[in-house]
């Protein structure tokens, strides 16, 4: 029987590449939009980095630059319910700094009216601002015009019949974990019921979750695969003044330098999947 992949991510702001890239190489993709906000993460190796909830890496002449949405005080609850804040109004300074970066880029042009018009909506929350710049990515890689009102299996429907992208649905975890609110569970535990709901029988994740919180006994007992990511950001063109190259930006950057095949092709090529139990047995 072939493996039946699941992945998932907390939803990001306009998310890096190595995310879709997993997205697109999944059967089952997931908006964990269940999980607590927060503003940075820890890592294994002690760093403290921005959590990217918020957050999206670009670059421009002058070098890295990390743009961001505002919300309301942190409430401490899941980033389904996270407000956003639009006083002031930070997505006409967005704009303003995506033109300073991209306006020479040769999509650019191609992009900035989706932008514009994905930007002037109001989302109430973190999670309703992350899923739709997800979504428009998915739309553009897929040659899909966006709208606001495109549903997730609309676009699911269309990556099932795209060459390379083994992609078939898009669910929100606080609609298939809805039945466990309120029962105290692990991380694991969660993703083990997320993978039985959607009856997958194996799970991608990425280094850092690995490392971080995985309980890889319980996947075992479970009958279920675990796979670690391997995904090589190849080298494309970022503009004059960009150098050396810098991989795994925003999906803003990858569809404002290519077309969208091209940025399709090069998210879903160089892509393995590495079973877990290999790796720990090879460290």
């Not at 059967?27 to 957050?55: A, K, M």
């Not at 309301?72 to 967005?94: F, M, V």
Request: glycine share 8%; aromatic share 10%.
């Amino acid at each position: 029987m072939d493996t039946r992949y699941l992945s998932d991510i907390q939803p990001q702001f306009f998310p890096r590449l190595h995310y879709f890239s997993r997205m697109l190489n999944s059967h089952e993709f997931i908006f964990r939009d269940d999980v607590q906000f927060v503003r940075n993460h820890r890592y294994p190796d002690g760093r403290r980095q921005p959590s990217y909830q918020i957050h999206t890496p670009v670059v421009g002449s002058n070098g890295l630059l990390l743009l961001n949405a505002q919300i309301k005080k942190k409430s401490g609850q899941s980033i389904r319910y996270q407000q956003l804040s639009y006083e002031p109004d930070w997505t006409k300074k967005l704009l303003n700094k995506l033109d300073e970066c991209y306006r020479k880029a040769p999509c650019y042009g191609a992009i900035r009216g989706e932008l514009v018009g994905l930007l002037n909506c109001s989302y109430a929350t973190v999670a309703e601002l992350n899923i739709r710049t997800t979504l428009w990515g998915l739309c553009r890689l897929l040659g899909l015009t966006y709208d606001n009102q495109i549903l997730p299996s609309s676009i699911a429907a269309i990556a099932a019949t795209t060459p390379g992208c083994l992609l078939r649905s898009i669910c929100l975890g606080s609609d298939l974990l809805a039945d466990q609110a309120g029962v105290v569970s692990t991380a694991t535990d969660r993703i083990l019921m997320l993978c039985r709901k959607t009856e997958s029988s194996g799970y991608i994740a990425g280094g850092t979750a690995i490392a971080s919180y995985f309980e890889l006994g319980k996947f075992y007992s479970g009958d279920m695969q675990v796979f670690q990511q391997q995904w090589r950001c190849a080298e494309y063109s970022q503009g004059p003044g960009v150098s050396p190259f810098v991989a795994n930006l925003s999906i803003l950057d990858l569809l404002a330098h290519l077309e969208p095949s091209k940025a399709l092709s090069l998210l879903t090529s160089d892509f393995e999947l590495v079973p877990v139990d290999c790796l720990v047995k090879s460290g």
